[in-house]
Nanobody, 124 residues
Framework: VQLQASGGGLVQAGGSLRLSCTVS????????MGWFRQGPGKGREFVAA????????HYADAVKGRFTISKDGAKNMVYLQMNSLKPEDSAVYYC??????????????????WGQGTLVTVSS
């Protein structure tokens, strides 16, 4: 499985960005998919995930109500729509695939494959 994240950039606070993750080697409908981020001097943290079981999307409290994860089975892609961005959302964002898959995955160790990351910078 290979993942390629894209869509990062510089945006003002309050703005929006949509990150994309192109998936190859497995169909997204059979994968749990997630997004994580790593800010300057911080560890990698969970942002959002959509598991395979149909349990639905779940989000970190910090982004709930502002970010939306979605899958496009026809294009085999995963998206992270980010609205009302804040400076504290600035980070490198990674997409990840859970092959098992787990129910409600949110831990780094639950994901087997990772994309290379895309940088999001939110200016105040």
């Amino acid at each position: 499985v290979q993942l390629q994240a894209s869509g990062g950039g510089l945006v003002q606070a309050g703005g929006s960005l949509r990150l994309s993750c192109t998936v190859s080697g497995r169909t997204v409908s059979r994968l749990g998919m997630g997004w994580f981020r790593q800010g300057p001097g911080k560890g990698r943290e969970f942002v959002a995930a959509d598991d395979y079981s149909g349990g639905g999307a779940h989000y970190a409290d910090a982004v709930k109500g502002r970010f939306t994860i979605s899958k496009d089975g026809a294009k085999n892609m995963v998206y992270l729509q980010m609205n009302s961005l804040k400076p504290e959302d600035s980070a490198v964002y990674y997409c990840a695939a859970d092959l098992l898959p787990h129910n409600w995955p949110s831990e780094i160790h639950e994901f087997d494959y990772w994309g290379q990351g895309t940088l999001v910078t939110v200016s105040s």
